[in-house]
């Protein structure tokens, strides 16, 4: 193996992970309030659409990413007046969710764009595009600090923006009244009521949440990594976060790092197409079906030994 | 005009007023009438005791005094004004502190992070935090009510989780403390604590309210008892003027026979035989272990106890739901540990009324008829082959109805519709059906209003005077000692001692704290 291809390999792992990160500290917010979200590929498919969507028609990608936040929320809303109003099954409401989007996104791009469901392809100008950190051309020949050059910078706004979302949600939950209340409803919201602090309205803080993080994501997919929306292309990326997030016990700190293990095994599926194993061509196909197998191993070892939050998932009635 | 009075004769007046009055509550939950126009003045650095049976509608009252209902008529004053109390975050405002009878705490938080939830004071919690720390160490100091800050609230046991409960009260600045059913959790010594605390808090000034359905409470620590009765307030007594007698006249509204009635126990051949038997959980955790004792016919065998000290995972054990890890469980000469079943096992004759009666002794969304075949419905005259003979099910529910005096005497009603009573009732006519040689029977009156409590503790006499064996377990210490002949204490899964009907009490409560002279 050529281990000059690494810089390139981590950076690009940190590229792959941003959509995970983001799903994943949506999951997690949402979560540790108690509602349980299975619709995190969903709003993700959604708000990717709706980005690639607006940035081509106004030619901007801010607005795209207005556009994905507003119907990433959107969908966030309807499911957490499922959830919360309603007392409904938060797995069905999540499936329905993604079933939703998946199908809306291909069938409007068909009728608005005329593109087999495929939105027009984005010029540079209306997308999130890799900002080189001052400095980072001069150590380009340097030995080691060129390599780290090369993995830290000529990432998106919205790739450094992510990364300080973990210390932030971290910092928030253990330090801030808001997060202490979203920990406690998630395991005990009667414990909330009776302190005289509304649990629907903590829920739906986080809820939203949720929606603005999943529509941050989608955007991402569609203007920043790639230049147009195509369908299905979440491909699995909500499930793999709730993987990690399980995985990492709904703690920030382990959800970034499994969710850069997760990002790894992508970047390496792209980087080790066609590599030799004892004389035999390793078929594409395997390489890129290791972070869906890792998936399953991970929630198959792991998931006896993470305690989910209480009440997650559980309707809140005031009877006892 | 009460601004036109001079300070001088405010001050006087401020001390006389009641902390909290009721003035004509009423709330209704669909078709039960919960408070019927309940008017009630609790004066300020007093205990104040309500009491009454279950569904009574004492801890409605108090939810609706603590926001957590809306009374559909009615006013309440807090210290003479009169206040709109819409939600907990009111009640706790106007200086209203409540422990539930099932504790509102966030089990994964320290005692600090539980106590200042609600009251965080600002955006950040650390100075909240800080506060709290001191403030513990303070209200730790006057109420000797010590408990580490740090501790993970999960892992303390449940006597410091209520006094947790309190620190969040008093924390946010309680001056009327509201307990609901305090003491079902705790062993007599730290129910005795509780009360010490309690006096203490009196004695700062502060104003308790004790709900309870356990009127030996009431006597040893109230100044006042309110009584309340389907829904109604019955009376308001001065403790040191009234009697258990009249409190319990007042309750049931008729004159109820406190000690059972019962000759001596004439016992006969063992029935059920318990040898070094021990269950572990799937953690390795020996929660019985290597319990021994034996029950014969014409005896009722008492296990009191804490509640988690064992007792359940014993029921479980001898009427076959979970399979012993080690040891024997023999019932008329055979093992029936090994068969791990309860359908087999009730079929040797043994009989079990389940301690968790909404789950495991009916379903509540079955009409009577058809909770009260429940694990019978095989049962050749109930139908043939797959069919289920629908009149002769009903037949039979009707005759036991009428047999037990179920009320109402409906088969056909909601098993979730009948009170614990006379649910109690329906479980207790279909075990006794098969005319079995033992009985096994978990908390037979827990949720029971008097009535039934009595019908039940005269049928489970009759039962032993007809020569059967009884196995009794109850976290009542009253109804233990009042119906046992033997009595063992249960704890920590082992057995303690054992002593016999006429024992000192507080023997009996030392064994359930673990305290045991005869450790050998």
Redo the contacts between chains.
């Keep these: 193996m050529d281990f000059s291809l690494l810089p390139e390999i981590l950076a690009s792992t940190i590229r792959l992970s941003v959509p995970l990160v983001l799903a994943c500290l949506a999951g997690l917010w949402s979560e540790r309030s108690g509602i349980v979200d299975i619709g995190l590929e969903g709003k993700m498919l959604a708000a990717a659409f709706a980005a690639a969507a607006a940035a081509a028609h106004f030619q901007s990608a801010w607005i795209g990413m207005v556009f994905a936040i507003l119907v990433s929320l959107g969908l966030a809303l309807v499911h957490g007046y499922a959830s919360i109003n309603q007392r409904g099954n938060q797995v069905v409401s999540g499936v329905a969710i993604n079933m939703m989007a998946a199908g809306l996104a291909v069938v409007l791009g068909n009728t608005w764009f005329k593109e087999g469901g495929r939105t027009p392809a984005l010029p540079g100008s209306a997308r999130f595009l890799p900002i080189d950190l001052p400095g980072s051309a001069v150590l380009a020949d340097v030995p080691l600090l060129g390599a780290i050059a090369t993995i830290i910078s000529g990432h998106s706004i919205i790739t450094y923006v992510t990364i300080l979302l973990v210390p932030l949600t971290a910092w928030a939950l253990a330090k801030t009244r808001f997060g202490l209340r979203l920990r406690a409803v998630g395991e005990n919201p009667h414990a909330v009521d009776t302190a005289g602090i509304s649990v629907a309205l903590l829920r739906y803080k986080a809820v939203i949440i949720a929606g603005i993080l999943c529509g941050v994501a989608g955007a991402f997919l569609s203007t920043s990594l790639s230049a147009s929306f195509v369908r299905d292309m979440t491909a699995g990326r909500g499930f793999m976060a709730l993987a990690a997030l399980i995985f990492a016990g709904w703690r920030a700190w382990p959800a970034l790092f499994a969710c850069l293990l997760f990002g790894f095994l992508q970047a390496s599926g792209n980087y080790l197409q066609g590599v030799h194993l004892g004389g035999v061509e390793v078929p594409v196909q395997f390489i890129n079906m290791l972070p869906y197998l890792l998936t399953v191993i991970l929630l198959a070892g792991f998931i006896g030994k993470s305690i989910p939050p209480k009440a997650s998932g559980i309707p809140y009635t005031k009877d006892r | 005009m009460a601004l036109s009075l001079s300070w001088e004769r405010a001050e006087p007046k401020f001390t006389m007023t009641p902390a909290i009055e009721l003035i004509g509550i009423d709330k209704r939950f669909g078709a039960v009438h919960a408070n019927k126009d309940v008017s009630m003045t609790i004066a300020q650095g007093s205990i104040h005791g309500i009491i009454g049976e279950n569904g009574a509608g004492k801890s409605t009252l108090m939810s609706i005094l603590?926001?957590?209902y809306a009374a559909d008529k009615g006013e309440i004053k807090v210290k003479g004004q009169p206040a709109k109390i819409k939600?907990?975050?009111?009640?706790?405002?106007l200086g209203i502190g409540?422990v539930?009878q099932?504790f509102?705490?966030?089990?994964?938080?320290t005692v600090l992070?539980?106590v200042?939830?609600?009251?965080?004071g600002?955006?950040?919690?650390?100075p909240a935090l800080a506060k709290a720390r001191a403030e513990l160490t303070r209200l730790a100091r006057d109420y000797e009510l010590d408990v580490d800050p740090d501790a993970i609230v999960g892992e303390l046991p449940v006597g410091l989780q209520q006094r947790v409960e309190i620190l969040k009260a008093l924390f946010k600045g309680a001056e009327t403390l509201i307990l609901d059913e305090p003491t079902g959790v705790l062993t007599p010594d730290e129910a005795d604590h509780l009360f010490r605390i309690l006096g203490q808090l009196r004695d700062q000034g502060k104003t308790v309210i004790l709900i309870t359905h356990k009127l030996r409470e009431i006597m040893a620590i109230t100044d006042h008892v309110s009584v309340m009765r389907r829904g109604e307030l019955v009376a308001t007594k001065q403790t040191s003027q009234t009697s258990v007698e009249e409190l319990a006249e007042l309750m049931v509204g008729r004159r109820v026979l406190l000690r059972v009635e019962k000759g001596k126990a004439k016992p006969g051949a063992v029935v059920l035989e318990v040898k070094n038997l021990t269950w572990r959980d799937s953690k390795g955790t020996a929660r019985v272990d290597n319990v021994s004792f034996t029950v014969r016919a014409g005896e009722i065998v008492g296990i009191a106890g804490v509640s988690g000290n064992g007792q359940s995972e014993l029921l479980e054990l001898i009427s076959g739901i979970s399979k012993p890890t080690s040891g024997q469980i023999i019932f008329e000469g055979k093992d029936i540990g090994i068969l791990g079943d309860p359908r087999h096992v009730r079929q040797e004759g043994l009989a079990h009324v389940p301690e968790d009666r909404q789950h495991r002794g009916l379903i509540s969304s079955f009409d009577a008829s058809e909770s009260g075949i429940l694990g019978w419905h095989y049962d050749e005259s109930l139908g043939h082959g797959f069919r289920l003979d629908r009149e002769a099910v009903v037949n039979r529910c009707q005759s036991e109805m009428r047999e037990f005096d179920v009320r109402p005497g409906d088969p056909l009603l909601k098993s979730a519709k009948f009170s614990g009573g006379n649910q109690q009732k329906i479980i207790l006519a279909r075990e006794l059906k098969r005319n079995p040689d033992l009985l096994i029977v978990g908390q037979p009156t827990r949720g029971v209003d008097i009535g039934a409590i009595e019908f039940i503790h005269k049928r489970l006499i009759e039962l032993r005077d007809q020569g059967k064996a009884v196995l009794l377990v109850s976290v009542e210490l009253d109804e233990i000692r009042s119906l046992s002949d033997r009595i063992l204490v249960m704890f920590a899964g082992r057995i303690m001692g054992e002593r016999d009907a006429s024992s000192d009490e507080r023997e009996i409560g030392l064994l359930m704290a673990g305290v045991s002279k005869d450790a050998a």
């Design positions: 603590f926001g957590f939600s907990s975050f009111d009640a706790i405002n409540m539930h099932h509102m705490l966030v089990d994964p938080f992070e539980n200042v939830l609600g009251a965080e600002g955006r950040l919690i650390g």
